[in-house]
């Protein structure tokens, strides 16, 4: 069975600095996908940023990038000048072709002015 | 594009009442469609998940029951709330070119009294 794990429930960083959000996840595929899901106040689910478990290189969007170390099943969010709206929750997720997604329990961010 | 919504936002019912969320989805044909609960402060929690009209797949045995009388419906029912029913609920779809990724509804905040 697939597992994702965020050991970090809550976390702060001071604005305009950067922050790092960990996961570790469990599976013995090796085809899947891995995302980071962004929950501000408002509750609505955004999908920040996808990466591909084929591909070597680490995703990168903007502000937001990823360390994808596949060996050691481990899917960390790096939040690179942080802002205030980046305030939320942020949840980890894997999903494996034909299969479902799985989600860990979240890490409460708080951005600090 | 795609678009996904739900309603109501939020709802208020007592104990022993009926329940019927709904969402839909527009801009995609045969989409999978995921509900999921998310209680206070904690991660997501899949209750079902459907691949086509007619097909649901219960991840959690509870009371609660899911229906997707066409391809881009799919409805949460409870014949009796109870209070450990509250909560929030997101409806979610995936499909297409680029099914590995997963897009939210807006929610619904449900609190049972």
Redesign the interface.
Known sequence: AQTVTQSQPEMSVQEAETVTLSCTYDTSENNYYLFWYKQPPSRQMILVIRQEAYKQQNATENRFSVNFQKAAKSFSLKISDSQLGDTAMYFCAFFLTGNQFYFGTGTSLTVIP | SQTIHQWPATLVQPVGSPLSLECTVEGTSNPNL?WYR?AA????Q?LF?SVGIGQISS?VPQNLSASRPQDRQFILSSKKLLLSDSG?Y?C?W?GGTR??????G??T?LTVT
Do not use: N
């Not at chain 2, 402060?41 to 997501?44: F, K, S, T």
């Not at chain 2, 099914?99 to 939210?104: K, N, P, S, V």
């Open positions: 995921y998310q402060g904690r991660g997501l899949l998940y991840e929030f997101l979610a995936s099914d590995y990724e997963q897009y939210f807006p929610g905040r």
